[in-house]
């Protein structure tokens, strides 16, 4: 693995990684197999350590192409999984899978695809509030149920650690006795509804790992690089309105970890240079302010997606 650290150096589920670390969602089947493993191949050699994916990503061709591209794993890889849905037919790709049988289910899916035997961190990802599906009828899960079988897949070694996704304060609140290791909630610049649930893992050392990092096209989520402050400072700095996007993500907070995904190895090589952009503090500021006196948005997204 490269020596590199993009963005510095973070801590997930006792590991250290480098901050920018790699969204895996994008690589299934409408993406060349070549290209997937290109870019994942360049990932690690440019020091990439921490990657997300999920077996209902493609209905496993993702992980399987993880598996294809970077195995045998390097000893400081951390692979991050999800549970908590499953591949569908339809207009929405995605069905709700909470139940912990479920949950078990897409661990032992994990471990197969990706051929590990054990997965270092895996996170649960709630179906309570938007963005995505909301849980309905006998998909309504206690989070106790839930967090009870993830303990006992960390005790049985299957996992290493939890996390957990999609979630509001007071649910992050119930989990924390559960050991979470890191949260994935969607947050960017132009989005900081959810800043309380940074403070709270801030505060108790848990990563804090946004989707959306540069919105999305989904209603709800504004497109970072479109902004027109984003714009300016980008033009100042000579860098991309991602890049200021993502390095806004590092500096507001030394938790966070970012897994912005890519299908390009060009861009790949732009997000990991976000790791060397120095925002003054009257960038910052003005960054700061373009949250000030913002409308929340709705939970518009029909599908439930997890983008990066």
């Known amino acids: 693995?490269?020596?590199?650290?993009?963005?510095?150096?973070?801590?997930?589920?006792?590991?250290?990684?480098?901050?920018?670390?790699?969204?895996?969602?994008?690589l299934g089947h409408q993406l060349p197999q070549a290209d997937?493993?290109?870019?994942?191949?360049?990932?690690?050699?440019?020091?990439?350590?921490?990657?997300?994916?999920?077996s209902f990503y493609d209905?496993?061709?993702?992980?399987?192409?993880?598996?294809?591209?970077?195995?045998?794993?390097?000893?400081?890889?951390?692979?991050?999984?999800?549970?908590?849905?499953?591949?569908?037919?339809?207009?929405?790709?995605?069905?709700?899978?909470?139940?912990?049988?479920?949950?078990r289910a897409a661990v032992e899916l994990d471990l197969t695809q990706l051929g590990l035997d054990r997965i270092p961190v895996v996170n649960l990802r709630r179906a309570d509030i938007g963005p995505g599906v909301i849980a309905e009828g006998?998909?309504?899960?206690?989070?106790?149920?839930q967090l009870a079988e993830m303990i006992t897949l960390r005790d049985e070694?299957?996992?290493g650690a939890i996390g957990i996704s999609n979630v509001d304060l007071a649910t992050l609140r119930r989990a924390l006795p559960a050991g979470i290791v890191c949260v994935q909630n969607a947050y960017s610049v132009l989005n900081r509804e959810r800043e309380a649930e940074l403070a709270l893992c801030a505060e108790h050392d848990i990563a804090w790992v946004p989707f959306f990092p540069l919105g999305s096209a989904f209603p709800g989520f504004p497109k970072v690089a479109e902004n027109p402050v984003v714009q300016r400072i980008a033009g100042d700095l000579g860098a991309s309105g991602?890049?200021?996007?993502?390095?806004?993500l590092l500096a507001h907070a030394p938790n966070t970890?970012?897994?912005?995904?890519?299908?390009?190895?060009?861009?790949?090589?732009?997000?990991?240079?976000?790791?060397?952009?120095?925002?003054?503090?009257?960038?910052?500021?003005?960054?700061?302010?373009?949250?000030?006196g913002a409308s929340p948005h709705g939970d518009g997204v029909e599908a439930f997606l997890d983008e990066r």
């Open 138 to 145: 006998d998909q309504i899960v206690d989070l106790d149920d």
């Open 1 to 26: 693995m490269g020596t590199s650290h993009p963005g510095g150096i973070g801590t997930l589920g006792g590991h250290a990684v480098a901050r920018i670390g790699y969204g895996a969602m994008g």
């Open 59 to 103: 209905d496993g061709e993702v992980n399987r192409r993880i598996h294809d591209a970077l195995s045998p794993y390097a000893e400081d890889l951390v692979i991050v999984s999800k549970v908590g849905a499953r591949p569908a037919t339809g207009r929405i790709p995605l069905a709700l899978a909470q139940h912990p049988a479920e949950l």
């Open 242 to 248: 991602a890049q200021v996007g993502l390095a806004w």
């Open 257 to 292: 970890l970012l897994i912005a995904g890519t299908t390009s190895v060009e861009h790949l090589e732009e997000n990991l240079r976000a790791g060397d952009i120095s925002l003054s503090a009257d960038h910052l500021a003005e960054l700061d302010a373009v949250w000030a």
């Open 157 to 159: 070694g299957k996992i």
């Open 36 to 54: 997937a493993v290109a870019v994942l191949r360049r990932a690690v050699a440019l020091g990439v350590d921490h990657i997300d994916t999920a």
